[in-house]
């Protein structure tokens, strides 16, 4: 009798709230690995990491500019296939004025990408 009433203490010694998280199987490797290169179990590991302060938060303030240049480039765009469509012609002026916003917005992608991989590394 005093063994079942031991096993019961121990069994409810270990209070909190249980979650569950579902991890796609590359992120659960990732995860399996990480415990495993600071020898700790994937729980604790979770548990640890899920309460480090080391988090740095991205400045994505930029991210308003990159959406209002693709803005930009949609409705040039649609002028340019109105115009098309009206005329069956585009203006090599128009082509090239949208060529270089295009080339501009992916200079700032790349740009803005570069610095995320940078900082998350």
Request: glycine share 2%.
């Amino acid at each position: 009798m005093k063994d079942q009433e031991q096993k019961q203490k121990k069994q409810y010694k270990r209070k909190g709230q249980r979650k569950e998280v579902l991890f796609k199987d590359e992120e659960w490797k990732i995860v399996k690995a990480n415990a495993a290169k600071m020898n700790l179990s994937t729980t604790r590991y979770i548990v640890k990491m899920s309460l480090s302060d080391n988090y740095a938060p991205q400045d994505i303030s930029d991210v308003a500019e990159l959406t209002r240049q693709l803005s930009r480039i949609g409705t040039n765009i649609n002028q340019l296939a109105r115009k098309a469509n009206t005329i069956n012609n585009i203006y090599a002026e128009d082509y090239e004025k949208m060529r270089k916003e295009y080339a501009n917005l992916c200079h700032l992608l790349k740009r803005k990408i570069s610095t995320l991989r940078r900082t998350a590394a």
